[in-house]
């Protein structure tokens, strides 16, 4: 059992219960406790922020098939060390997670790391294919909440159609969608603007993205079945998910730190590190998913961290792999670029990162509320330390959209049911 | 002048004046007996391609032979990188043999930017996917500012796919930076959308566009754009935006008529066009190696001998410009 621990005098954000206030917590045999003991570990959080646990709906782990750019273990701990208790790790793996034997593999491989709670996407279509439907059912007896075919979407809107139907037997079960036209995206390495032109690179509308939204959308009405936007980039996507919620579609959407504070224009020095799918957008995609994320339209901040191995990134722009890594800066970034500047409560990005995706992903034991007899997943930052990303990472790989870059906040604990898998800023694990 | 010539917006308009102006005194070397003037002995230039490319990198190896550089062709078939050498690494390697200047020809658009990372000499860029040729659209303005008098006011189509064009693009903006009215025409599915931006027109009739020309610069149409169904078919581009010989005559009698190669007669072209007195298309080749000259030349004389030694001649060299306008 977890040794009690006492975190004093810390400002307590906590959206579930609509807490805001200095308090003490207690973490006692796993739980949050009552009262304060009087043979705890005490940590002084004066100055510091107390809040449940992050929640990662969209994380690339890499395991199995790609261990040297990240594996089960190297990626939980590169969580924890982000301030997350739980993360979602994509079934774009090799073997690709499409059946209950991968399923197990990974929460094996994530038992024995111990330092963060797992849940492995399903892929909804054998080998990622998009032809068959993979056996869904065995996936949610193994423990999958979320099936997604990222990378792509669902080709066929029957295809999307049954899974989004097949699965309203599994309570909560929700299909994610990567929304993308692979015709309108064919051979584009960022985003279709002034850029795009003036770097010379083949490019993709965010109409290729917006096509997809619209179809997915009409699908999710057609099925009654709840649906998942991933990482949206477009201002276009982000208007029709707010009519779809208007009209009461089962439809949540998530969208990336990257996405929020860089665009298009971070590409000038074809930045390997800048490229990913979906691409940067225009300065107005970007203001329009900070709106929405401030006033729920967008409901999660997923880190779609995405370990690129460094031979392929130092590589000629269309010849390296899309995806930034960003599960040890996502909290630093959206405190410093959002709630810093004001756009968003701390309260709201602790529901973004946290109190939401737990809610999406239905995990019970994450995003509080913290409160007696709760699951003590927590985390603890300090929301003035200012450091710069730099490697080394907990992550394999070092493909940071922010390398270099100075940012505020920093995870001082992090506790997964009442263990500090992460003390001090450091990895206990 | 930049260390690295990667694209036009590295040049400024008093820039490229000086690169011309230099390229005139170097092109009368193209016609003396010995060819050859010691500006750059005892540097080392490398064509570094990536894509097959013969004429650009003839051109580029007799500008600097033509200088006395050593010039060394790297291409990419039968060397280590179709053994699978990164372009970090045959870079560190060139870097570590002692290259001056590396010459660059990449279907990556953005490959010499990133080249810039790992070498200290200077890059030049030779074309770069869809990005810039910003060399040939020099040579360009050098045989139209040699043919016509001035740059500034000159009415310039640029007719073809100047979507996927590294040569339009470059064109543009370097037609645009010295004061050219630039047109570009052909299919709008070709046209850059934000063509606007770059300061230039529009149009998708070349037979409206083609009486009030100084200069009509065709664009090599390649058959895998049809493929990609960008246009229904070759023939229909053909008919609608080749230069044909009754196109041609609807020029003004001194407008010139220019192609950067190789040429699809017949297709951007009607042979019999392209064999015009009008057609400056072989003067744009021999103007490509007096301006290729230039830039290495402007590039590499200005920073000094890596190696010491040979000071004497280098500094003789730092002079040769003017001496070469004398006729010394």
């Known amino acids: ?429 | 002048m930049n260390r690295h010539l990667l694209s036009i917006h590295d040049v400024s308009a008093q820039e490229i004046v000086r690169i011309l102006d230099t390229a005139e005194s170097f092109r009368e070397v193209g016609t003396r007996v010995i060819k050859k003037v010691p500006a750059l002995r005892g540097r080392t230039v490398v064509n570094l391609f990536y894509e097959n490319s013969t004429r650009t990198r003839i051109s580029f190896e007799l500008a600097a032979k033509r200088l006395s550089a050593d010039v060394i062709n790297f291409s990419t078939s039968g060397s280590s990188v179709s053994k699978g050498e990164s372009l970090k690494d045959t870079a560190l390697t060139l870097q570590a043999m002692g290259a001056d200047a590396i010459v660059i020809r990449h279907s990556s658009s953005g490959a010499p930017l990133t080249l810039t990372r790992w070498v200290k000499g200077s890059v030049l860029n030779a074309g770069d996917g869809t990005h810039e040729h910003p060399t040939q659209a020099l040579l360009d303005l050098y045989t139209m500012r040699d043919r016509l008098g001035r740059l500034e006011g000159l009415r310039v189509a640029i007719v073809g796919d100047v979507l996927h064009s590294r040569v339009g693009r470059s064109l543009s903006f370097a037609l645009v930076k010295m004061g050219a009215e630039v047109m570009l025409v052909g299919p709008p599915t070709l046209i850059p959308p934000d063509a606007p931006a770059w300061g230039v027109q529009v149009s998708h009739d070349i037979d409206a566009v083609l009486p009030g020309l100084d200069v009509c610069y065709m664009l090599r149409v390649q058959r895998e754009r049809q493929r990609q169904q960008y246009v229904p078919s070759v023939r229909e581009y053909a008919r609608r935006f080749g230069l044909s010989r009754e196109r041609a005559g609807m020029l003004p009698d001194d407008a010139l008529v220019m192609h950067p190669g190789p040429m699809n007669r017949g297709v951007e072209i009607d042979s019999d066009v392209a064999d015009m007195p009008r057609a400056v298309i072989e003067e744009q080749v021999t103007n490509g190696i007096a301006v290729r000259m230039s830039l290495l030349y402007l590039l590499l004389a200005g920073s000094g001998p890596r190696a010491a030694g040979g000071s004497a001649e280098e500094a003789g060299a730092v002079r040769l410009p003017e001496e070469v306008a004398t006729g010394a």
């Open chain 1, 1 to 429: 059992m977890p040794e009690p621990v006492l975190f004093r005098g810390a400002r307590v954000v906590d959206p579930a219960s609509g807490t805001d206030e200095v308090a003490d917590v207690l973490a006692d045999g796993g739980t949050i406790a009552p009262s304060s003991g009087a043979d705890a570990t005490v940590f002084d959080c004066d100055g510091l922020v107390l809040a449940p646990g992050l929640v990662d709906l969209h994380a690339h782990l890499r395991q199995p098939g790609r261990e040297d750019k990240e594996t089960v273990e190297s990626g939980c701990r590169a969580a924890a060390l982000g301030g997350f208790t739980a993360v979602c790790p994509m079934a774009n793996t090799d073997p690709v997670a499409d059946n209950a034997a991968v399923i197990h593999e990974v929460l094996e491989l994530a038992r024995v790391a111990g330092t963060c709670d797992v849940f492995p996407v399903g892929a909804i279509t054998r080998g990622l294919g998009g032809e068959e439907m993979a056996e869904l059912g065995e996936m949610v007896d193994a423990g999958v909440r979320l099936f997604s075919d990222d990378g792509r979407c669902v080709p066929s809107a029957r295809m999307l159609r049954n899974a989004l139907t097949y699965v309203r037997a599994f309570e909560g079960v929700v299909i994610a969608e990567h929304c993308e036209d692979a015709s309108l995206a064919e051979g584009g390495q960022m985003h279709e603007g002034l850029t795009s032109s003036s770097l010379g690179l083949a490019a993709q509308p965010r109409e290729a993205e917006e096509v997809v939204v619209a179809r997915d959308l009409a699908v999710a009405r057609l099925t009654g079945g709840r649906l998942h936007l991933c990482h949206l980039s477009s201002a276009g996507s982000v208007e029709m998910v707010r009519r779809a919620k208007a009209e009461g579609l089962g439809v949540t959407a998530e969208v990336t730190p990257h996405h929020l504070v860089f665009s298009e224009e971070d590409l000038l020095t074809y930045d390997t590190n800048m490229k990913m799918n979906p691409p940067l957008r225009a300065g107005r995609d970007r203001g329009e998913l900070r709106a929405a994320l401030a006033d729920g339209t967008i409901d999660a901040i997923a880190t779609d961290h995405a370990p690129h191995a460094v031979e392929e990134k130092e590589a000629e722009f269309d010849q390296a792999p899309f995806g930034t890594i960003g599960l040890e800066t996502a909290l630093a970034a959206v405190l410093t670029h959002l709630v810093e500047p004001g756009e968003l409560t701390l309260s709201r990005a602790i529901e973004a990162l946290s109190t939401a995706p737990a809610r999406i992903l239905g995990a019970g034991d994450h995003g509080g509320p913290i409160e007696p007899g709760r699951p003590a997943n927590l985390v603890v930052f300090d929301p003035s330390a200012e450091w710069v990303v730099e490697p080394p990472f907990a992550s394999r790989s070092r493909n940071s959209a922010f390398l270099g870059r100075r940012l505020r906040g920093r995870v001082v604990h992090t506790m997964l049911r009442g263990e500090l898998v992460v003390a001090d800023g450091k990895a206990q694990r």
